[in-house]
């Protein structure tokens, strides 16, 4: 059964990078349809931050547009969030998730296609 394993998480100030890493075991991340990563803050609902899909296409929430990058290692076992330009209000649980569901393909930060999710890491910005 594939597991999704994050890291990368930690505290930094507004204006700060980090970068998030997904491990996947069992499968490599081309197994599934859709990958990406989502976010809960305390109180909110679980958001699609950033997903690619197997047919090559990337979507992102518009308020990382353009400070957030999905990208995969070449041996698809590893699947990364750079972020950048960190603001306060993207603190939040980052998760991994992935899904087999084709309904991803035109859903992709629906979190409801998505059976496969990691235990999260924690980002928190400061101003």
């Known amino acids: 059964q594939g597991q999704l394993v994050e890291s990368g998480g930690g505290s930094v100030l507004a204006g700060g990078s980090l970068r998030l890493s997904c491990a996947a075991s069992g499968y490599t991340f081309n197994w599934y349809n859709c990958v990406g990563w989502f976010r809960q803050a305390p109180g909110e609902e679980r958001e699609g931050v950033a997903v690619t899909n197997s047919r090559g296409s990337t979507s992102y929430e518009e308020s990382v547009q353009g400070r957030f990058t999905i990208s995969r290692d070449n041996t698809q076992k590893t699947l990364y969030l750079q972020m950048n330009s960190l603001k306060p209000e993207d603190t939040a649980m980052y998760y991994c998730?992935?899904?087999?569901?084709?309904?991803?393909?035109?859903?992709?930060?629906?979190?409801?296609?998505?059976?496969?999710w990691g235990h999260g890491t924690q980002v928190t910005v400061s101003s």
């Open positions: 998730a992935a899904s087999r569901s084709r309904s991803c393909y035109s859903g992709p930060t629906n979190r409801i296609f998505y059976s496969y």
